[in-house]
DNA sequence: ACGTAAATTCACCGGTCAGTGTAGTTTCAC
DNA sequence: GTGAAACTACACTGACCGGTGAATTTACGT
């Protein structure tokens, strides 16, 4: 009985976004995606050509989402060391609820880092560069003398922060990282 | 025809750490580990009880040299930020080899991230503990205040680097955490 | 009413996975 | 020279892997 196509899509993406993202993308069958998402194996393959291709996807998917939160948390009130404190305050915060499991796009990135042409590298890259960009955006506003690199230093942070709150599941890590981004953009000022 | 033990169980070790580090915890077996050593997966299970088990001495394994290299790579002439930008200098070249492919720790926790009570984890946990406390010893000789929450900041920084660069494939998210921990140094002193 | 394309199902394939069983061999310390 | 430790060889298990073939059901334009 075929139901809407991209519907069922959907819901296949979002079956694989809640066990990749939870157990890893080697730990996850095909199988156990098609059973949660309420499918046979083939209707997968039907939508998806390979599981190579369906974890592409399971990022592009969450690129957005992604990026939007990011904004939500550092919020557009203050200065940018005000609103990177905020980042990482809500960051801290957020990697204390019980499905957190770091960065989807570092884990994948992590666990295909040899598999050089990966659409899930690229996927990843490309959501890092947005991520990157929106910093750009906001250090470029306040009279900052090269904000590229306070951009990729404030990157570096943010990821760095994530790693470290996973490794040791404790949120003071969001702090340091929230006080080295203080010390950064104080100082550079124009 | 008995070799060693000991010597036959490193042999194992080598292999595992070479197969490990480049293709990843989930994508290497225990055959293909076995195989490179030189030894059937008998032996392999006469040493170690499983391949979890096998993993966390992977770990432990490379926790040593890690902490030894990073320690080379700071040196110990000058102050803490003229060795964090050596080190920083110095990741960003080493990053840059073929092999490369970033923190073995860090990649082992995003695999195993919802594993909570596995070994790698304890052992990766174990070995950024080390880092930190090198930092924080570091740190603690020169008079800044609040060492603690220094070194905390400049582990995000190392790994966040880290990160970037495995992402990215560009060793230029060195030179940034690099600045970020003069930024973070010349700031706090007592 | 009919044809067709999209969407879906069930059964199945060859291969690989971690781990075991059985049976025998080699070295070395005592 | 005996016994234990350290191995080899290799077949095997049962589960699971990614992926497929052939048939089937529905919606929709005509």
New binding site residues.
């Given amino acids: 009985?075929?139901?809407?196509?991209?519907l069922?899509r959907n819901q296949i993406v979002a079956a694989a976004d809640e066990l990749f993202y939870s157990q890893g993308l080697h730990a996850v069958?095909?199988?156990?995606i098609a059973e949660k998402a309420g499918?046979?194996?083939?209707?997968f393959?039907?939508?998806f050509k390979?599981?190579?291709d369906l974890i592409g996807c399971y990022l592009d998917a969450r690129d957005r989402p992604t990026v939007d939160r990011f904004k939500e948390w550092a919020g557009s009130e203050g200065s940018v060391a005000d609103r990177m404190t905020r980042f990482f305050s809500k960051l801290g915060r957020s990697s204390q609820g019980p499905r957190w499991n770091g960065c989807g796009f570092l884990r994948a990135a992590a666990e295909l880092a040899d598999k050089r042409g990966h659409p899930a590298l690229t996927a990843a890259r490309t959501h890092k560069a947005r991520c990157e960009q929106w910093l750009f955006e906001m250090v470029n506003e306040e009279d900052h003398s090269d904000a590229e690199t306070i951009a990729r230093a404030l990157m570096v942070l943010i990821d760095g922060a994530v790693s470290q709150i996973l490794i040791h599941r404790d949120a003071k890590y969001a702090t340091s990282a929230g006080l080295a981004a203080r010390s950064l953009l104080s100082r550079g000022r124009r």
């Fill in positions: 009985m075929p139901r809407d196509g991209l069922t069958s095909v199988d156990a499918v046979t194996k083939k209707t393959y039907y939508h390979s599981k190579d």
